[in-house]
């Protein structure tokens, strides 16, 4: 027999998952398209659209996994060097409260020093935007799997109300404009009259 | 084989009593909750979506002519110009004989994520200073920016420097290329687009991230061992709980404000290059020909001097000054030295053209 790589294992089982979601929104649709108000009739047909984002939510995990990986092992390297530096400089266990303060300032120091740079990196920035990114991407799955479900259920998804507030905010421009010009148009009347009265 | 002790009985006492006052804190000080940060007495004068114009009450008999409106940021709320009597910078403006108005920009919410630059500077910023105008019956008033707030303040005094006498850029985030902070490295790395686009607002909750890593062992360990060891001096203790609910109070920014700061300042340095549009209009810095006076931290590791200096070199101003304290980003503000050095430098520059 032949060994799979987990891509081919990750293949298959994507297809597999396709394959039956395909077949049973297929054999359900038509009895369901009866009682086509339904919410369930929504909410069958667009069943295919969540398992897909279902799918594509494992390979982002699989992708935020080794970012993540990244994320702490340059954290955890970055802790092994700083404590060597402390261990050089203050090898000795502190054992008054004199010695003690110095080997925390020193301590504190050190670490804050080494961090600040690991955070100054360009390593960690790249590797840190990557990692946001596919955070966002994980929650750019989770907002169309509830707008599927907002969908079935006849209420607004967030790209429509997005839309609403798109428009609200434009309509409050347009408004303050008006009121601006309104308001030259009342000061320059009353600048003229108090010039006729004159 | 005999056993050496050689720790100071000293040492096992500061231990036992470091664990005390940790165990006695609660009986001893407020929850932050349950603080009132607002100190100075002040009248809402002006209130417009979310945002409030404060007007704060006159504390001499005397007062100069001009007002001053500051313009906080856009990270944290307003209260740490006001954070306690001893360390208000409003009230010592207010002592030296100042009419000082400050703009809440409030709480945005998932609704104000279309909000932007221009609403900021053409629209809020502005409806404050058109205020002012009109109550004190003053054609143009000094104006002060802090932080971001700066940002904003310098895109309006460069579009309207006809209704600003006198502009104060207070650790100004101006250029995001030379800023050599944590910040600005994870700004540039930013997929700023894709963030708005996803969740709208930036959240408060990425903020204290922003801040986590700002000398992370000094202030997430020592600052908070520094506390429990001076829990019983009183002073202390009410300084850092006031300090502590201001900084863990954060507003989310609204989405594209949030995009276009990132894009303009950190990734594409527009603003400095006088390559800027803001509603349509281009901000140029050579606009700004009014007084300026500068305030740089010297050890400010939100915003670097770098970042903020190259403002006095890029405006068209005559009469400029640029000033460098020993101290950080908060502490310029809220400190002795803020009361007993950059206040008094500030309130007689201003005074002078007031």
């Known amino acids: 027999m032949e060994s799979q790589s987990p891509k081919d294992i990750t293949d298959y089982y994507k297809h597999l998952s396709l394959f039956w979601t395909d077949i049973i929104h297929l054999m359900a649709s038509k009895p369901q398209a009866l009682t086509s108000i339904g919410p369930m009739r929504a909410f069958a047909s667009n069943s295919k659209k969540i398992s897909t984002e279902l799918i594509q939510i494992n390979e982002n995990l699989m992708e935020f996994n080794k970012l993540v990986t990244e994320y702490y092992k340059q954290l955890s390297e970055t802790w092994s060097e700083a404590q060597k530096k402390v261990n050089l400089k203050a090898p000795d266990v502190p054992h008054d409260t004199e010695q003690m303060e110095s080997f925390k300032r020193i301590w504190i120091d050190i670490f804050d020093n080494d961090y600040t740079e690991l955070f100054d990196s360009e390593k960690f920035g790249e590797n840190y935007g990557k990692l946001v990114s596919k955070e966002l991407e994980l929650t750019k799955h989770w907002n169309n799997i509830s707008n599927v479900i907002l969908q079935s259920a006849n209420l607004p998804s967030k790209e429509e109300i997005d839309e609403v507030y798109k428009e609200i905010h434009a309509l409050k421009k347009r408004v303050t404009k008006l009121e601006i010009e309104l308001k030259k148009k009342r000061d320059a009347k009353s600048e003229g009259n108090i010039k006729n009265e004159k | ?354």
Request: aromatic content about 10%; proline content about 6%; glycine content about 6%.
């Open chain 2, 1 to 354: 084989m005999k056993s050496e002790s050689k720790f100071d009985p000293k040492l096992i006492e500061d231990m036992i009593k470091f664990g005390k006052n940790i165990m006695d804190a609660p009986k001893l000080v407020s929850a932050p909750d349950e603080i009132n940060l607002e100190v100075t007495p002040h009248d809402i004068v002006q209130e417009i979506d979310k945002t409030r114009l404060l007007h704060y009450r006159t504390l001499t008999e005397k007062q100069y002519k001009t007002p001053l409106l500051i313009s906080y940021a856009l990270i944290n709320r307003y209260h740490i110009l006001d954070i306690q009597p001893e360390k208000s910078w409003v009230r010592n403006l207010l002592l030296q004989g100042f009419d000082v108005y400050m703009l809440d920009w409030g709480t945005p919410t998932s609704m104000d994520k279309y909000l932007d630059f221009d609403d900021y500077v053409n629209g809020y910023l502005d409806s404050s200073v058109e205020f002012i105008k009109d109550e004190t019956s003053t054609e143009k008033i000094s104006v002060q920016g802090y932080c971001t707030g700066a940002t904003i303040a310098t895109a309006y005094t460069s579009l309207h420097p006809e209704s600003v006498k006198n502009y104060i850029a207070t650790a100004p985030v101006i250029d995001g290329w030379r800023d050599t902070t944590v910040i600005s490295n994870l700004a540039k790395h930013m997929d700023v687009d894709k963030m708005v686009e996803i969740i709208g607002n930036m959240p408060p909750e990425f903020m204290y991230y922003c801040f986590s890593v700002l000398k992370p062992f000094e202030q997430g360990i020592e600052k908070y061992v520094n506390f429990f060891k001076n829990i019983e001096n009183k002073k202390f203790v009410d300084n850092f709980l006031r300090v502590e609910k201001w900084l863990g109070d954060t507003p989310p920014i609204p989405g594209e404000l949030f995009r276009q700061w990132i894009k303009d300042i950190y990734q594409d340095n527009l603003l400095i290059q006088n390559k800027m549009y803001v509603g349509g209009s281009h901000i140029d810095l050579k606009k700004i020909d009014m007084p300026l006076f500068t305030q740089v931290a010297v050890g400010d590791h939100l915003v670097s001097p770098e970042c903020s200096m190259p403002l006095h070199y890029a405006v068209g101003s005559e009469d400029k000054t640029l000033k460098m304290y020993p101290t950080g980003h908060v502490g310029m503000i809220a400190s002795s030295l803020s009361q007993n050095k950059v206040l008094p430098e500030l309130g007689k520059w201003l005074a002078e053209r007031s």
